[in-house]
Structures are given as structure tokens and as C-alpha cells.
């Protein structure tokens, strides 16, 4: 199947929120690792679901920024992305938890509990707000990039478009493809400044929520 043939349904955010607390409640009452194996299996088909149609919608909006459909789409999963990342985390933090740790280790591996690990430190249910708006800001940023269309003799060309002219052999023509991109950015230096201002003060604000002093301190921690 080609990727425009693959079908498309919204994830619907509740729908996905009864999903999880049903798995997180058969977890709670597994009387075995077995059970609970049986159960994250369950798990892993869900979330490839839900993975799969919010990929599907990313990428197809990324293709053309233009399709008011998956434009709706992907400001849809700005908004509800870090609502379904809370219920990833409490699913997680039953799982690693759990009193049959033992088993699940040898059934899943090792690494997979460090890196559960690991994301308790870089996310809070606190964090939702500002995750949304940096997801919107990302997004807004993505859309800034992709209204380029540089005339280049007589064609309309987006900034991947221009990726030959840039790399070419010939000297001159390097030049000017540098000369028509950098013009493009320079007509955008305002936008660019405010998008970039407001992501550092939210992520720096996220990193705040979670006890450290920067985002970087953030990112070295996990």
C-alpha cells in the first residue's frame, strides 16, 4: 500500500483516555507478570494505532502546509499530543512499578524501564499548557519556512527546491540561490525573532516546572 492509500480516522482524545485507564486498571489487577505481559501487548497495539494516524497526519500536513484538512488535523494534535503524553507517563509508571518488575524485564528488556525512567524526569502533567504552546509555536514556525516560494528563472521554488542551486558545482549559481534564500530570510527575520523569543522562554519555563535553572540543564539531565 502507497502512503496516500493508507487510511486516515482522528484519534479522539477520550476515546484514547478510557484505552489507557483500562490497561492501567488491568495492570493494577494482573495477578502475575504473565498477565501483565499479556496486557502491555494490548498496549503496544493501541498505541501503534494511535501513532500510526497522528504520524499519518504530521506527515501528510508537512507535504503540503497548503491542505486546510490536516492543517486542522495537526493544530488538533498540538493541542491534545501532551494530553495523551500524561497518560503515556501514568500508564508507564504503573508498568515500572509493577511487583512482577522481574519478569517483565526478561520479557521487554532492561533498557526499556531506564528510559521510563528517564522520561519521569523530563515530563509533569504541569507541563501540559506550555508543551501546547510550544507545539503551536513549532508548528507556526514550520508554516513560516514552507510559505517561501523563491523565483528561480521563472519557477516558483520552496527552500528544499533550492537545495541544488545551493550545492551546485558552478560558483555563481551557488551565489545566487545563497543570495535569493538569504533574501527570504531576511523578509522574515521579525517573525523568526519573535517565534524563536517566545520557544526559549517557554522551554526555559518547562525546564523551571521540573527544578532545573535552563532547558539545557534539562536536556543534559535525560
Same mark, same amino acid.
Given at each position: 500500500?502507497?502512503?496516500?492509500?493508507?487510511?486516515? *480516522?482522528?484519534?479522539?482524545?477520550?476515546?484514547?483516555?478510557?484505552?489507557?485507564?483500562?490497561?492501567?486498571?488491568?495492570?493494577?489487577?494482573?495477578?502475575?507478570?504473565?498477565?501483565?505481559?499479556?496486557?502491555?501487548?494490548?498496549?503496544?497495539?493501541?498505541?501503534?494505532?494511535?501513532?500510526?494516524?497522528?504520524?499519518?497526519?504530521?506527515?501528510?500536513?508537512?507535504?503540503?502546509?497548503?491542505?486546510?484538512?490536516?492543517?486542522?488535523?495537526?493544530?488538533?494534535?498540538?493541542?491534545?499530543?501532551?494530553?495523551?503524553?500524561?497518560?503515556?507517563?501514568?500508564?508507564?509508571?504503573?508498568?515500572?512499578?509493577?511487583?512482577?518488575?522481574?519478569?517483565?524485564?526478561?520479557?521487554?528488556?532492561?533498557?526499556?524501564?531506564?528510559?521510563?525512567?528517564?522520561?519521569?524526569?523530563?515530563?509533569?502533567?504541569?507541563?501540559?499548557?506550555?508543551?501546547?504552546?510550544?507545539?503551536?509555536?513549532?508548528?507556526?514556525?514550520?508554516?513560516?519556512?514552507?510559505?517561501?516560494?523563491?523565483?528561480? *528563472?521563472?519557477?516558483?521554488?520552496?527552500?528544499?527546491?533550492?537545495?541544488?542551486?545551493?550545492?551546485?558545482?558552478?560558483?555563481?549559481?551557488?551565489?545566487?540561490?545563497?543570495?535569493?534564500?538569504?533574501?527570504?530570510?531576511?523578509?522574515?527575520?521579525?517573525?523568526?525573532?519573535?517565534?524563536?523569543?517566545?520557544?526559549?522562554?517557554?522551554?526555559?519555563?518547562?525546564?523551571?516546572?521540573?527544578?532545573?535553572?535552563?532547558?539545557?540543564?534539562?536536556?543534559?539531565?535525560?
Amino acid at each position: 500500500m502507497k502512503f496516500h492509500e493508507m487510511p486516515y *480516522e482522528r484519534v479522539q482524545l477520550p476515546d484514547v483516555t478510557h484505552a489507557y485507564e483500562e490497561l492501567i486498571k488491568e495492570l493494577q489487577e494482573a495477578k502475575s507478570g504473565e498477565e501483565q505481559f499479556a496486557v502491555h501487548q494490548r498496549y503496544y497495539e493501541m498505541r501503534g494505532h494511535v501513532t500510526t494516524q497522528m504520524t499519518i497526519a504530521n506527515i501528510r500536513h508537512d507535504i503540503d502546509m497548503t491542505d486546510a484538512f490536516y492543517e486542522k488535523e495537526q493544530e488538533y494534535y498540538d493541542e491534545i499530543g501532551p494530553e495523551i503524553q500524561n497518560l503515556e507517563q501514568k500508564y508507564r509508571k504503573c508498568l515500572y512499578e509493577s511487583p512482577y518488575r522481574t519478569y517483565l524485564e526478561e520479557k521487554i528488556g532492561p533498557v526499556a524501564f531506564k528510559n521510563m525512567e528517564i522520561s519521569f524526569r523530563s515530563f509533569d502533567e504541569k507541563l501540559i499548557p506550555l508543551m501546547q504552546e510550544e507545539n503551536a509555536l513549532v508548528t507556526e514556525y514550520e508554516k513560516l519556512l514552507a510559505s517561501a516560494k523563491l523565483d528561480w *528563472e521563472g519557477k516558483l521554488l520552496n527552500l528544499s527546491m533550492m537545495t541544488p542551486y545551493l550545492n551546485h558545482e558552478d560558483r555563481e549559481i551557488r551565489k545566487k540561490a545563497a543570495a535569493k534564500v538569504n533574501a527570504f530570510y531576511e523578509g522574515i527575520a521579525d517573525q523568526l525573532d519573535e517565534l524563536y523569543d517566545k520557544l526559549v522562554k517557554n522551554r526555559t519555563a518547562q525546564a523551571k516546572k521540573l527544578g532545573f535553572e535552563t532547558y539545557t540543564d534539562l536536556a543534559t539531565a535525560v
